[in-house]
């Protein structure tokens, strides 16, 4: 039997995870302060698993397998009996490093806590804990049944050990791991925000449209999905907070947010999740 996975936070992330963990085999325990957003996260991960038997790429007993390794609590004290947590809460320092402060006096000892920040320090996150040598990223991309990346990121105590057992984890899970150092939106998204910033500035000073930014991106570069489309499944939000990140890490004015991109958060217009963003959905 595969080692005892716990995933916190029952969000578009967490479900994710829960999922492919379940599905590669894992016993995983979703966890989450909220009981009705791990039952909608269940839910998800359920009508997940019959598209893919729909596919045809598992069948259907797959599918009820991988349900009944699924559990959930909304009691962080799951993590007493498990070989690796990965957290998945909101993107905030400040609840993050609550969690791994808590995680730590929870997980047994031998536990590896690792998180799918996007953007926050694994090294600060780390030093809330007594085992930063085995505290990790584990990054996952959205949606994470589909994408393939997951981006291992090394604190500055991370271990050799831990980072080859993570990566050994992503590989069992499906995916494929890439190695990268702690600094402030590691690679994919000190890349990637300064794209979608800078298409949300060709929108506010009326370069172009949404879908004439997007359009650009896919046809002339060959993305599958534009800038701003991606930016709307992220979250505006989500979008705001890793460019305040990057700003604050590495002090350099060209990753303030676009007034455009707070303008529409403020108005509660985070993308996909709340029905607008740069598109109504």
Not at 116 to 126: K, L
Not at 171 to 196: C, H, Q, T, Y
Not at 264 to 280: E, I, M
Request: with cysteine.
């Amino acid at each position: 039997m595969k080692e005892h996975v716990v995933v916190v936070g029952a969000g578009q992330m967490g479900n994710g995870i829960a999922h492919v963990f379940a599905q590669a085999g894992f016993p995983v325990t979703m966890v989450d302060v909220s009981s009705d957003a791990l039952a909608r996260a269940r839910a998800t991960i359920e009508k997940n698993l019959g598209r893919q038997v729909e596919k045809g790429t598992i069948d259907a007993g797959a599918r009820e397998a991988a349900l009944g390794r699924l559990s959930v609590s909304t009691d962080l004290g799951a993590a007493s009996k498990c070989a690796l947590v990965v957290e998945a809460a909101s993107e905030n320092p400040e609840l993050k490093f609550k969690l791994f402060t808590e995680l730590d006096t929870i997980a047994p000892t031998d536990a590896i806590l690792a998180t799918n920040t996007s953007s926050i320090s694994i090294t600060q996150i780390a030093g809330r804990t007594k085992r930063p040598d085995r505290v990790i990223g584990m990054h996952f991309m959205n949606p994470v049944p589909v994408m393939v990346l997951v981006e291992v990121i090394r604190g500055l105590a991370t271990s050799d050990e831990t980072t080859q057992n993570v990566m050994s984890y992503a590989k069992a899970v499906g995916k494929r791991a890439v190695e990268v150092n702690d600094a402030p939106g590691f690679v994919s998204n000190r890349v990637l925000m300064p794209m979608i910033n800078e298409a949300a500035y060709c929108v506010m000073e009326g370069v172009a449209t949404p879908e004439a930014v997007d359009g650009v991106m896919k046809l002339g570069m060959n993305h599958p999905m534009g800038p701003l489309a991606l930016a709307d499944l992220i979250g505006l939000d989500t979008c705001v907070a890793i460019l305040e990140v990057l700003q604050d890490g590495l002090g350099d004015p060209k990753y303030r947010a676009c007034p455009l991109l707070k303008k529409y958060v403020a108005a509660g217009w985070l993308g996909r999740k709340s029905g607008r963003g740069f598109y109504t959905y």
